[in-house]
């Protein structure tokens, strides 16, 4: 596996991974990779992420079949940031939403500016 | 200030804000706040994050006037994460180049996608 010398990593050797999709431009989720996932997702063409609660790779999609095919992948000045840019196959987010950014700040609160396209059931029977 | 409840500060206090051009899509950057900037960045309409590197509040723009004016402030499903929606003054990042994911992996190697706008010189004098 490749060092990945200009990539910074946390302490928890992790680093954040933005995903977009890539003709549209919109921002659809945001998860952590570690090296492994890193290198997986470079050798594969299939975005794997790092699941921080199941502390282990998440390769995405693999249970509900929405998955990211890699377009580009790109490191920004700091180097402790990645943008993925993808094809989101269905849905990025668990609640069957598009994206993961369904609620906004109006007025003070959040409110909710999308509805799920398939409930989390079909998604993930 | 707000506890803004729905959002999910780590250990250190910070939640990841992802700053995305409102209009074009271009992904701009990503930097972190604290609730601090967070209530700053509502109540203002300009975007403050946290720097961590220099331990306060980092009003984007206030050195080089490159600005961000907040237009959506978006919290994801597990309320760790932010897409800030903004107008960008000039340039993100402070390289000088409008966006900081500036380099991409190609055949296993980072290689460098846009060039400087302005100097760094030019930016902060």
Redesign the interface.
């Known amino acids: 596996m490749?060092e990945f010398s200009?990539f910074v990593f946390n302490d928890d050797g992790l680093i954040?991974a933005?995903a977009?999709q890539h003709d549209?431009?919109?921002?659809l989720?945001?998860a952590w990779m570690n090296r492994e996932a890193l290198a997986e997702t470079?050798a594969s063409g299939r975005v794997c992420y790092y699941s921080r609660g199941r502390k282990k790779l998440w390769r995405k999609g693999e249970s509900s079949g929405q998955i990211q095919v890699l377009v580009?992948?790109?490191?920004?000045?700091?180097g402790d940031?990645i943008?993925l840019q993808v094809d989101q196959t269905g849905v990025a987010?668990?609640?069957g939403?598009r994206n993961?950014?369904?609620?906004?700040?109006r007025d003070?609160a959040?409110v909710e500016?999308a509805k799920p396209e398939i409930t989390p059931e079909e998604l993930y029977k």
Chains 1, 2 share one sequence.
């Open positions: 490749s200009e954040p933005i977009q549209t431009g919109e921002v989720m945001m470079l580009e992948l790109r490191l920004d000045c700091d940031t943008l987010c668990h609640t939403r993961c950014f369904f609620r906004t700040m003070g959040l500016i």
